[in-house]
């Protein structure tokens, strides 16, 4: 069974810049999650999907940040004129959906590693 | 407030022996849901164990116990017969309530193992 993955893994840029990522998730999963998380903290959560419509976003998703899950499947996750605040571990994870409310475990990936400089 | 409170930034245990790993939790809601994941450095965050607020029995999933105390709002995680392998960050989570799918993380502990 082939887990949540992320690309890329590491990704350094200069302030202003825009930068995309991609997440795949476990293949049978229709729920798909973004969380952040920076140095000394738990993640975060930003967004997330069932199928393709965007359910809820955190406060902390400001109009810079923009995801899409065109086709229910894999989701990218947009940050445009990137500020060295956004620096931090992306993390992506996906869930079966659809179960027993509450058991509705969610399997993350490695993350994408952003720097901003 | 905090919804998740782990006051143990970092825990040490020798090889073998058991260790607790403390967590409080915050919420009005009846139906909430707790999780635990281990963050190796590596970065990927990796499920352990849940138990529900309905749940009347402690969860357990292999060497990962859940001591559930509904009235005290804590949900310790207890790793039996530690391993080099468990030196890891450990965060405790919460999904509340209907109606939100998200998690709400804690700061996390770093148990170390040391043989």
Redesign the interface.
Known sequence: DTGVSQNPRHKITKRGQNVTFRCDPISEHNRLYWYRQTLGQGPEFLTYFQNEAQLEKSRLLSDRFSAERPKGSFSTLEIQRTEQGDSAMYLCASSLGGTVWGQDTQYFGPGTRLTVL | AQK?TQTQPGMFVQEKEAVTLDCTYDTSDQ???L?W?KQPS??????LI?Q??YDEQNATEGRYSLNFQKARKSANLVISASQLGDSAMY?C?M?EG?G?????????TRLQVFP
Do not use: W
């Open positions: 998740i139906s909430y849901g999780f994941y590596s970065g990927e965050m990796i499920f849940y529900g607020s965060f989570a999904r209907f939100t799918d998200k998690l709400i993380f804690g700061t996390g």
